[in-house]
């Protein structure tokens, strides 16, 4: 059985970091990604990341998060630096059999697989 399990989110203030994890199970992916969906509204691109590790990151997280995996392991993460109160949502990893460009990249379609979800919260 194929499953996305996420860990790592939390109550951070402000400016702080956190680190989200996505460990996969059942079989080996080319491409993860991280979404995020804020309370009443769409999911949204956050980042993604194919099996050679070139990343695409979404403009308004550019510089401030960093994707990876570990192929050894099975393993996707997003670490989160300078926080802002705008970036509180649950978080969400996919998983995709295909290597994705952009834009399918960034399209919550294009996934194959999906884990149930961390919430980051960040206060002001």
């Known amino acids: 059985q194929v499953q996305l399990v996420e860990s790592g989110g939390g109550l951070v203030q402000a400016g702080g970091s956190l680190r989200l994890s996505c460990a996969a199970s059942?079989?080996?992916?080319?491409?993860y990604a991280w979404f995020r969906q804020a309370p009443g509204k769409d999911r949204e691109f956050v980042a993604a990341?194919?099996?050679?590790?070139?990343?695409y990151y979404a403009d308004s997280v550019k510089g401030r998060f960093a994707i990876s995996r570990d192929n050894a392991k099975d393993l996707a993460f997003l670490e989160m630096n300078s926080l802002k109160p705008e970036d509180s949502a649950a978080y969400y990893c996919?998983?995709?059999?295909?290597?994705?460009?952009?834009?399918?990249?960034?399209?919550?379609?294009?996934?194959?697989?999906w884990g149930q979800g961390t919430q980051v919260t960040v206060s002001s």
């Open positions: 059942g079989r080996t992916f080319s491409q």
């Open positions: 996919a998983a995709a059999i295909v290597p994705l460009a952009l834009p399918s990249a960034s399209r919550p379609t294009s996934y194959d697989y």
């Open positions: 990341i194919r099996w050679t590790g070139s990343p």
